[in-house]
């Protein structure tokens, strides 16, 4: 079983600074497969990026989809989402997630980013 | 658009089957590259991938679940179904059901039903 860790649990930014996740696997994965996720509170999760560093389209077809501040990065065992200036809808928990093995879907713990 | 919208009881008794079935729009449940997804997330707490489903009926679970689980789909409603059996107070949960969309190169999940809050109580 591939497990994902996520540090910090938390972060405190305020409005405007950048915020750096990470997610490590515990063995190498392909980038591929990583995906992340944003969930605000009362909300479903939303896909952010798919590919490790690929910005997703937006659910519904008016939706213009994942703003460009939001970017992934990483290969093997580490990846990264930034957030290059937090907006106030930008703070929830994220989630990263990686498909393949067994069970094949597996989800992190999620990183509360919340308003300092 | 695709939207999934998950219906069911909201309370089950100790011992007893949740029954949950998330209808969709926007997109064909035939449609190839699409499982069709169910996942759990207790109170406060992460993510829990429970099983997927194909079209054709081919599924995939989440060994944790230990033979409690059956996903089904209905492609003459554009349907898919979950019930887990015997469960407990570890089974409350908000249930939701979503879209893994799989190919070769990449698999995510886009599509999320609101999600339905369960709890498991007499």
């Known amino acids: 079983e591939i497990v994902l860790t996520q540090s910090p649990g938390t972060l405190s930014l305020s409005p405007g600074e950048r915020a750096t996740l990470s997610c490590r696997a515990s063995?190498?994965?392909?980038?591929?497969?990583l995906a992340w996720y944003q969930q605000r509170p009362g909300e479903a999760p939303r896909l952010l990026m798919f590919g490790s560093s690929s910005r997703a389209a937006g659910p519904f077809t008016r939706d213009t989809g994942i703003p460009d501040r939001f970017s992934g990065s990483g290969s093997g065992t580490d990846f990264t989402l930034s957030i290059s200036r937090l907006e106030p809808e930008d703070f929830g928990v994220y989630y990263c997630q990686h498909y393949g093995g067994s069970p094949p879907i597996t989800f992190g713990p999620g990183t509360k980013v919340e308003i300092k | 658009q695709v939207q999934l919208q998950e219906s069911g009881p909201g309370l089950v008794k100790p011992s007893e089957t949740l029954s949950l079935t998330c209808t969709v729009s926007?997109?064909?449940?035939?449609?190839?590259?699409?499982?069709w997804s169910w996942i759990r997330q207790h109170p406060g707490k992460g993510l829990e991938w429970i099983g997927s489903?194909?079209?054709?009926?081919?599924?995939d679970y989440n060994p944790s679940f230990k033979g409690r689980l059956a996903i089904s789909v209905d492609t003459s409603k554009n349907q898919f179904s979950l019930k887990l059996s015997s469960v407990t107070a570890a089974d409350t949960a908000t249930y939701y059901c979503a879209n893994l969309r799989k190919s070769l190169t990449a698999a995510s999940i886009p599509n999320w039903g609101r999600g339905t809050p369960v709890t498991v109580s007499s």
């Open positions: 489903i194909f079209y054709n009926g081919d599924t």
């Open positions: 063995q190498s994965v392909s980038g591929s497969f």
């Open positions: 926007g997109v064909s449940i035939t449609s190839g590259g699409h499982y």
